[in-house]
């Protein structure tokens, strides 16, 4: 009786260790492992089986690896249906994940040995071109996946997004109050940094980080150019300094949270359309092949 128990601590134990765990290093690395084999034997297979004349992806070897590569495309395309569904257990999301990042590697010693190394301007070489494009992007996100969410977390200093923004408005109501007293031109700079949007930037802008006309920054700079005058001189000015100083502090705080989630998502505009259409273009190289066989 007092077995039962200790089982169960152990597979508490065991999930929250699973839970802790990276979808890279799911199980110890078991399809890292399962990966390298698939890609050895490959390899090995290749340059121990005799093709006349040559390699290529027309022979009994050519069709055996274009089979196994087709039918891991369209397993690891899954990997989007699958997310909707969470389990635990051997398939979980995070098993999953492992398989299709270490399975998608190896496709491209699986895809480049199917054609034998013979390309051309064709529906065969575009799919395996798309591919190659789906694997190299893939390959990004699992990069920024594995390092910038420490960098969101850390620039977010336990913030959400909305407070954040709230917290750039509160600013702006004590900035618009405090440039009451102002002249003409200085009024003018301050109206132009509120009023300029603080989401209306292209993709350009938020990927690097680098905001060019950034009116805060202009207005900024323009009463900086007043530190040779005593403290306390004009305290309007002091004031709107102050608060333009934390603005742009503020600012530069959610620029970088949009730059991280850019970095984060730009990935997937590039591999879920590409995949689409790799299935599109290995659909026509499979259906030619069957065609002209």
Request: hydrophobic share 45%; glycine share 6%.
């Amino acid at each position: 009786m007092a077995t039962i128990p200790s089982e169960q601590q152990n597979q508490r134990e065991r999930r929250q260790s699973s839970d802790h765990e990276s979808f890279l290093s799911h199980r110890n690395m078991r399809w890292l492992k399962v990966a390298l084999v698939l890609c050895l034997v490959t390899i090995v297979s290749y340059f121990w089986i005799d093709v006349t004349p040559r390699h290529n992806g027309g022979s009994w070897y050519g069709y055996t690896l274009g089979t196994i590569g087709a039918l891991l495309i369209v397993w690891l395309s899954l990997l989007g249906i699958r997310k909707r569904n969470i389990s635990a257990g051997r398939w979980s999301l995070k098993a999953w994940t492992s398989a299709h990042v270490y399975l998608g590697l190896a496709l491209i010693v699986i895809g480049t040995l199917h054609t034998g190394f013979q390309l051309g301007w064709n529906v065969h070489t575009l799919a395996y071109s798309l591919m190659m494009v789906v694997i190299l992007s893939g390959l990004y996100g699992v990069a920024v996946y594995a390092t910038l969410p420490a960098s969101l977390s850390n620039n977010a200093k336990e913030m959400t997004r909305s407070q954040m923004v709230e917290a750039l408005a509160a600013i702006d109501r004590q900035l618009q109050s405090a440039a009451q007293p102002l002249g003409r031109e200085e009024s003018d700079l301050v109206i132009a940094a509120l009023e300029q949007g603080t989401f209306d930037w292209g993709i350009g802008a938020r990927l690097s980080g680098h905001y060019r006309k950034c009116a805060t920054t202009r207005a900024l700079a323009y009463f900086a150019d007043d530190w040779s005058r005593p403290v306390g001189s004009d305290e309007p000015k002091d004031k709107v300094r102050a608060l333009l100083g934390r603005r742009k502090s503020q600012l530069d705080q959610i620029r970088r949270h949009l730059r991280i989630r850019a970095l984060l998502e730009v990935w997937l505009y590039i591999h879920i359309p590409v995949t689409i259409a790799l299935l599109a273009a290995l659909t026509a190289h499979v259906v030619s092949v069957f065609y002209y066989w």
